[in-house]
């Protein structure tokens, strides 16, 4: 099956100083984001309550100050996600329980963006490849849809966004995860 190119559907739409609410799973992935946004006013959204502490939330909130970046950072509730995910903690990554995490994450920066009048929001999990971009950019639009703000069509693991976010986060001396911040995606 063939898939829409978001990239070229992202550079089709980007007019300079529109409003992006970028919901931001990390640091440094972010830094694999960034670039591609240049043109777009970015602002950075940390909601990540299927992060398994409030030790690691507060670890990878603290990256993106070394960065020089102030995201609004989401009060930590793991509550939220614990309920979203029973009965599918045995679950693979990227199956139910990953798919209704990125769903609620989504939707919670569809809310926002809708709130601070940004012209779009998207997300930077589809710079992992353990993500399903066909799924995130699907979600994304069911969810523009609900709440009338448009999603950002995106593939940022894309042109090596993954293999930079990589290089660059070590560069600038980051804390860089094993995992995706759920105690059943724990290696």
Wanted: proline share 5%; aromatic share 12%.
């Amino acid at each position: 099956m063939q898939y829409p190119d978001y990239n070229r559907q992202m550079n089709a739409i980007r007019r300079v100083g529109q409003k992006v609410l970028l919901h931001v799973c990390c640091a440094p992935c972010t830094l694999g984001v960034m670039p591609r946004l240049m043109g777009f006013t970015v602002y950075p959204f940390y909601y990540n309550p299927n992060i398994d502490t409030k030790k690691e939330y507060d670890l990878r909130a603290a990256q993106f100050l070394k960065m020089g970046m102030q995201p609004f950072i989401c009060e930590y509730d793991h509550s939220l996600f614990l309920r979203l995910s029973e009965d599918w903690e045995r679950e693979p990554e990227g199956g139910r329980r990953c798919r209704a995490c990125i769903a609620m994450r989504l939707e919670r920066t569809a809310r926002q963006a809708k709130m601070i009048g940004a012209d779009y929001f998207c997300s930077t999990l589809s710079v992992s490849p353990h993500k399903d971009v066909n799924f995130i950019n699907e979600m994304g639009q069911v969810l523009a849809a609900k709440y009338g703000v448009a999603f950002l069509p995106n593939d940022f693991k894309k042109e090596n966004g993954f293999v930079l976010s990589a290089i660059r986060s070590k560069d600038a001396g980051l804390y860089r995860q094993n995992y995706c911040g759920c105690e059943f995606s724990r290696p």
